[in-house]
């Protein structure tokens, strides 16, 4: 087995990136993969519902998300906050694991802009200059881009963005809005096809992860990842997370994809 590597799982919100950096961490072996460029330096905080529909005047829509809470700005240097995330996400046999979304591609660059240097201005460079050349790519991507809108809808609403017990409940208080549902699907497409365009234009090797693998057959995922690591690929664990889709959910793709078909909404 070859020498173990790090890595960044690349994605988009609701694709089973969740689940798969949660069974690369129970492995104790993969990195302690975080989210760690999330956090925008104005407030130490990821991106809340609010700031997700920028731009939307719609008031029903935005009737329907949680107010913008204050934050703390981020003293930190480059320089300090690339050693915090260097050593939070190493595990004791030096494998980095981290997960990175497109959107969070400009804090990013915001953050190698400040070192001290640079080895170039865009994205390769940046996590090059962050996280070292030696780093595998894994693209976690789903298929179905309304059912993640939709997942991503009731997330905004209710800001419960995992699950480690129970389903979500069927009165939890998100409201079904094709608008609201649509702008995710504009934001979330084109996420990936970044990300695609990305490995292209940059000529990168990746490790494809699908969400309909992850979900039918998590640890075979887990384990074909581990194996591209350099990893025993029997320390792929029973999933850790449940699904959080149910019958509502459901509904509400059907729904929309019928109103789509009337309206002309993206799909």
Same mark, same amino acid.
């Given at each position: 087995? /070859?020498?173990?590597?790090?890595?960044?799982?690349?994605?988009?919100?609701?694709?089973?990136?969740?689940?798969?950096? #949660?069974?690369?961490?129970?492995?104790?072996?993969?990195?302690?993969?975080?989210?760690?460029? =999330?956090?925008?330096? /104005?407030?130490?905080?990821?991106? =809340?519902?609010?700031?997700?529909?920028?731009g939307?005047?719609?008031?029903?829509?935005?009737?329907?998300?949680?107010?913008?809470?204050p934050g703390?700005?981020?003293t930190?240097?480059?320089?300090?906050?690339?050693?915090?995330?260097?050593?939070?996400?190493?595990?004791?046999?030096g494998?980095?694991?981290?997960?990175?979304?497109?959107?969070?591609?400009?804090?990013?660059?915001?953050?190698?802009?400040?070192?001290?240097?640079?080895?170039?201005?865009g994205?390769?460079?940046?996590?090059?200059?962050?996280?070292?050349?030696?780093?595998?790519? %894994?693209? %976690?991507?789903?298929?179905?881009?309304?059912?993640? $809108?939709?997942?991503?809808?009731?997330? %905004? =609403?209710?800001?419960v963005?995992r699950?480690?017990?129970?389903?979500?409940?069927?009165?939890?208080?998100? #409201?079904?809005?094709?608008?609201?549902? $649509?702008?995710?699907?504009?934001?979330?497409? +084109?996420?990936? +096809?970044?990300?695609?365009?990305?490995? +292209?234009?940059?000529?990168?090797?990746?490790?494809?992860?699908?969400?309909d693998?992850?979900v039918?057959?998590?640890?075979?995922?887990?384990?074909?990842?581990?194996? +591209?690591?350099?990893?025993?690929?029997?320390? $792929?664990?029973?999933?850790?997370?449940?699904? =959080?889709?149910?019958?509502?959910?459901?509904?509400?793709?059907?729904?929309?994809?019928?109103?789509?078909?009337?309206?002309?909404?993206?799909?």
């Open positions: 087995m /070859s020498e173990p590597s790090s890595y960044l799982v690349c994605a988009s919100q609701r694709s089973g990136s969740t689940l798969l950096v #949660e069974s690369l961490r129970a492995t104790t072996v993969a990195g302690n993969p975080e989210e760690y460029f =999330q956090y925008l330096p /104005s407030t130490s905080r990821s991106p =809340q519902p609010r700031q997700w529909f920028e939307v005047t719609d008031p029903s829509v935005l009737a329907l998300l949680p107010p913008l809470e703390i700005v981020d930190r240097t480059s320089e300090q906050w690339r050693d915090q995330l260097l050593s939070l996400g190493r595990t004791p046999n494998v980095w694991g981290g997960k990175l979304m497109w959107n969070q591609v400009p804090l990013v660059l915001e953050r190698a802009a400040g070192l001290h240097r640079r080895s170039g201005s994205l390769r460079a940046a996590l090059d200059d962050l996280l070292g050349r030696d780093l595998t790519f %894994v693209h %976690v991507f789903r298929g179905d881009v309304v059912a993640q $809108a939709v997942s991503m809808w009731r997330a %905004v =609403q209710t800001q963005w699950d480690d017990a129970t389903p979500p409940a069927p009165n939890d208080g998100a #409201e079904y809005h094709a608008d609201g549902i $649509a702008h995710l699907v504009r934001i979330l497409r +084109e996420q990936d +096809e970044q990300w695609r365009w990305w490995f +292209e234009a940059e000529g990168l090797d990746h490790v494809d992860v699908s969400f693998d992850l039918r057959n998590p640890q075979a995922t887990v384990a074909k990842v581990l194996i +591209e690591l350099g990893l025993d690929p029997q320390l $792929a664990p029973p999933p850790p997370l449940k699904r =959080q889709s149910d019958g509502r959910s459901r509904e509400w793709v059907e729904r929309y994809r019928d109103e789509a078909a009337r309206t002309g909404l993206p799909l």
